[in-house]
């Protein structure tokens, strides 16, 4: 009989619920479209969705998975099971592993969207041949997972990876939440593209449009980028540099073997080899296999990452 694991992705606005095999391969989903989520709410949009999944697709094959495993955005205390907060504003200490497998009778185990997809890369990815990795995901924000001597590096608050909140020697004056000013993420992630191109817009020509409650669609500033937009070249270019920074500063703290990207801002590959050519040879010369795209379906990482916390804490690896 085929082992098959339950996989929730919970982002911003959506859920992604599926059944992955042990080989990582997605047997089936169906995708939520949940609208902004508070913690409080969390159980009742994933119950609820989760008794639909069961209703309209059934279990793959009828086999009922081993174990569940749960995907989210924030602080994850993955020995315990609990949810610490979604972000500075929405903090709240859920145990929600303990509800979902009381609710399901299924094991039920959590961790950070981020530390998942790196969990994935571990057992589907770059993890299967190498044991010293940096996974950076670039989305809407920036995190990162560090994969240490095989091991993932959690920290004493579950915080590690929160990479994002580091300066890389670029100046935008933008004010972070985290207390800071020219944080990567406010110049280089979905979010800081968006405040960047704002703020720069007044000093620079465009014909990027800019409205006041919609947000930029950077694949419009790749687009205009590629017929010469001086505002969106310049975004680009200022991106490109901040993320480069970034790989270089966090290959000196950990001495990987590869560095690994993913996340919606770098899947398409425009941004990809513009980062390349700006990394600093002698900087990056012990990184024996380079900097590389994720392997795994991008849009997917994230539900075969949930899949990949119940397998590794079904201690199919460490």
């Not at 000196?252 to 398409?268: A, M, Y």
Request: include cysteine; charged fraction near 20%; charge should be negative.
């Amino acid at each position: 009989m085929e082992n098959t694991y339950l996989a929730l992705d919970l982002g911003g606005t959506k859920l992604l619920i599926g059944e992955v095999s042990l080989q990582g391969e997605i047997l089936q989903y169906k995708r939520y479209d949940t609208g902004y989520i508070t913690q409080s709410r969390a159980l009742e949009v994933l119950k609820a969705s989760l008794d639909d999944y069961v209703e309209t697709l059934g279990w793959h094959n009828g086999i009922r998975p081993q174990a569940m495993g749960l995907g989210l955005v924030g602080r994850i205390d993955n020995a315990n099971g609990l949810w610490c907060q979604m972000d500075i504003n929405r903090a709240e200490e859920l145990p929600l592993a303990a509800q979902l497998s009381g609710s399901y009778g299924l094991p039920c185990f959590m961790d950070n969207d981020v530390k998942a997809a790196t969990r994935a890369e571990q057992l589907f990815g770059v993890g299967r041949c190498y044991d010293n990795y940096i996974y950076i995901n670039i989305g809407t924000g920036i995190a990162a997972g560090f994969i240490v001597d095989g091991h993932l590096v959690r920290g004493c608050q579950n915080n590690a990876g929160e990479v994002g909140h580091t300066q890389v020697g670029i100046k935008t004056g933008i004010q972070c939440m985290c207390g800071r000013k020219d944080c990567v993420e406010l110049m280089a992630s979905g979010m800081g593209f968006d405040r960047c191109a704002r703020l720069f817009s007044k000093h620079l020509k465009t014909v990027l449009e800019i409205k006041e409650e919609e947000k930029i669609d950077v694949r419009d500033i790749y687009r205009l980028a590629e017929m010469g937009d001086e505002l969106c070249l310049f975004l680009v270019d200022q991106a490109a540099q901040a993320i480069a920074n970034l790989i270089m500063n966090l290959v000196r703290i950990t001495d990987p073997d590869t560095v690994v990207l993913g996340g919606g801002i770098v899947s398409n590959g425009y941004l990809y080899p513009k980062i390349l050519d700006k990394l600093h040879p002698h900087t990056m010369r012990f990184v024996e296999n380079g900097v590389v795209l994720t392997s795994l379906n991008p849009d997917f990482i994230g539900l075969i990452g949930a899949a990949a916390v119940a397998i590794n804490k079904n201690n199919i690896r460490k």
